[in-house]
Every structure is written in structure tokens, then in C-alpha cells.
């Protein structure tokens, strides 16, 4: 069984400053209602530095990467 990486957003935490956004707006998305869509919710080899860079600069702390089995 293989491990299936993916980034998720508590939004209770999540003040919608579009930081993650700016990093990668393929994967980030804020729509007119100030809603975070993760667009690309799976860590690959080629999200992996963008996505752990939205997490770690993110003020709130609402970004984490989550492990989950297929």
C-alpha cells in the first residue's frame, strides 16, 4: 500500500491572504468570495517545493500536508 500525500486547509484558520496563491496559483485559488480552493491537492515531485513553501510562509498556519493510504 502506497502512502498519498495531499495538502488541506483548516478553514477556521484560513484568513484568505492569498500568500499560498502567490507561490502557485495553479494550486491555490481564492475566489470572489475570499474562499481558498486547493485546485491540486496532491503533492508531486513537481508541487512538492511549492506547496511545502505555501505551508511553511502561510501566517495563519491553516496549510499542512496530510498522509493518507490509497
Known amino acids: 500500500?502506497?502512502?498519498?500525500?495531499q495538502v488541506v486547509v483548516d478553514y477556521g484558520l484560513c484568513e484568505a491572504n492569498a500568500i499560498c496563491?502567490?507561490?502557485?496559483?495553479?494550486?491555490?485559488?481564492?475566489?470572489d468570495e475570499d474562499t481558498l480552493h486547493i485546485l491540486k491537492p496532491d503533492?508531486?515531485?513537481?508541487?512538492?517545493?511549492?506547496i511545502?513553501?505555501?505551508?511553511r510562509r502561510c501566517p495563519r498556519q491553516a496549510l499542512s500536508i496530510v498522509e493518507s493510504d490509497d
Open 21 to 31: 496563491m502567490g507561490i502557485n496559483p495553479e494550486i491555490f485559488d481564492l475566489d
Open 1 to 5: 500500500m502506497t502512502k498519498r500525500r
Open 43 to 50: 503533492v508531486t515531485p513537481e508541487t512538492e517545493h511549492d
Open 52 to 55: 511545502s513553501e505555501a505551508v
